[in-house]
């Protein structure tokens, strides 16, 4: 009876190891790993064309935007890094601040000889696509922002007193002790509370995504990202007074049941040529619950914006 059970058991370890795949990039994609600004950058690049930038933001990687590359590498270079200290790029000490991340995509695109692109940004990837625009307009030919404040940006100090974000103060060395080795049960509930359909997230994508958030290093990094927001904030304004609103086209998407038409609401007060967009039927994880409505918004936008 063992030996039948283990039989059974060899026998489905294919198809259950290949089950816990999130969806996949292309066979056309490549992945370079590029050393700049102090970070070495895990990014995947295919297709041909104008170029376009996806950047990801916590509890996820650049993972997260294969079905949107799939489809805009039809007539775009597609450029998808992780960001540093999260996915497969190098987790520093330091350097969180988006600021400093908008010079690790700037150090991507030299490498890449890109001189301008289209950015798509989610969550924490929004704060350093705006770094980037902010400080390179003339790079950033349009930009798509999903789901996610600008720190220091229109109503931060409100968006700051949602309890739901209680983790955006949450860090440091015994934190990382709580969470280490429970790096499931942590991100589970971002997965959860800021879904509208807990269930979209699969569990696939839970496994994998908590595989590499239990990386060593992973978790100090996304501590990290969030312990920048005063700093963020800071240098937000001071980009805001002295550089004055983004000019190029901006599309400010919502999920329906998460940030809504606050995203627009946001970017009004950075960016002055703001379109709005909400995906229907979805919490926060836009890529997660309703990717098809979320890769039509952002192509039909790229493509009016010609």
Known sequence: MLKLVMGALAALAIPLSAAAQV???????ETRDIETNGATIHVRVGGQGPAVVLLHGYGETGDMWAPMAGELARDHTVVVPDL????????PEAGY?????????????????IDSADF???????????????QHPERTTRFVLIDAPLPGIGPWEEVLKNPLLWHFRFGGAD???????????????FWNEFSATPAAFTEASREHYAGLYA??????????QFAAFDQDAADNLAF????????????????EKSFGPMMATVMRFAASNVSEGIIPGSGHWIMEENPAATVAMVRGFLD???
Do not use: C, W
């Open 304 to 306: 009016a914006s010609n």
């Open 240 to 255: 805001l007074a002295d550089k004055g609103k983004l000019t190029m086209p901006v599309l400010a998407i919502g999920g």
């Open 120 to 134: 798509v940004t989610h969550d924490i990837g929004n704060m350093v696509g705006y770094a980037f625009a902010v």
């Open 215 to 224: 990386l060593p290093g992973a978790m100090h990094a996304g501590f990290s």
């Open 175 to 189: 934190m990382e002790r709580l969470v280490a080795g429970r790096e499931r049960i942590y991100l589970d509930r």
């Open 97 to 113: 601040d988006k600021k400093t991340q908008a010079n690790d995509v700037a150090g991507v695109l030299d490498a890449l000889h």
């Open 23 to 29: 969806p996949p990039f292309p066979a056309s994609f």
């Open 84 to 91: 540093r200290g999260l996915g497969l790029s190098s987790k």
